[in-house]
């Protein structure tokens, strides 16, 4: 697998262990720590997005990784849709933006896994 995916798969992983713990600072400008995190959680997905389509196109990835890889570009523009719902004032969300972000991180181990 890509160094940079590796190194960008494991920090979100680092990242969503961090959160498990409660070791976590809130980012500037964010409303909660539940913004935060899953601010947080978003940005790191879209890096490993990014540094795998990259990967992927140089030949740095078996072509297996395609479909997992769609998966997560799917559920993190699902997720970011209703992270910015709830950015625009919608209330009683988190609980679908939590659903949202277990979808991610389920996708991310599933890009894990077919990139070995």
Do not use: H
Not at 45 to 59: C, D, P
Not at 73 to 96: C, F, H, K, M, P
Request: aromatic share 4%; proline share 3%.
């Amino acid at each position: 697998m890509n160094r940079q995916v590796v190194r960008t798969a494991g920090m979100l992983v680092l990242l969503l262990a961090v959160s498990a713990c409660g070791l976590r600072t809130m980012s500037p400008g964010a409303m909660s720590q539940f913004d935060s995190d899953a601010y947080a959680t978003l940005i790191v997905t879209q890096q490993l997005i990014e540094s795998s389509k990259e990967a992927l196109a140089a030949g740095d990835l078996p072509e297996g990784v395609r479909e997992p890889l769609n998966i997560l570009i799917d559920s993190y523009n699902a997720t970011r849709s209703l992270w910015l719902l709830y950015r625009g004032g919608e209330e009683n969300i988190e609980g679908r933006i939590t659903v949202a972000l277990d979808t991610v991180n389920q996708a991310v181990a599933n890009l894990r896994s077919a990139s070995r």
